[in-house]
């Protein structure tokens, strides 16, 4: 089964997406925060990352650079979900290896889940 990994701070929104990736058979973990992101990854090795930026604790800038350290986290692909204008997001993020930086107000839950599905090489 394909494990995905929300870290989100906005419950209603990882919910959501949760919710969405559940019934189309996904297995889906969240965490509301970076640092408790990275332990959720390391545990259950997911095979995509949906990643929000701006989150209390540790921002998500922080948790992709401490991820791509890490042996388990290294090549696990990253999608950035983010409600920052394009100016905003940081020019590293690219730096550090993600598949697509999502505007989640533009996006609806499918539009998300069919992104996934292209990085993840799944049929629509």
């Known amino acids: 089964m394909t ?3 929300i870290i989100e701070d906005d419950i209603a929104i990882s919910q959501m997406y949760r919710m969405k990736f559940e019934v189309d058979g996904y297995e889906v973990e969240t965490a509301e925060n970076g640092k408790v992101g990275l332990k959720l990854i390391k545990d259950l090795k997911p095979d995509i990352v949906l990643l929000d930026l701006m989150m209390p604790e540790m921002n998500g800038e922080e948790m ?9 986290g290294h090549n696990v692909k990253v ?14 993020i690219k730096n550090l290896g993600v598949e697509a930086v999502i505007l989640k107000a533009h996006m609806t839950p499918r539009e998300v889940e069919d992104i996934v599905k292209k990085e993840l090489g799944h049929k629509s």
Request: charged share 25%.
């Open 79 to 92: 999608i950035i979900l983010t409600n920052m204008g394009e100016q905003e997001i940081p020019k590293s």
């Open 64 to 72: 992709l650079a401490k991820l791509r350290e890490t042996p388990y």
């Open 3 to 5: 494990k995905i990994a």
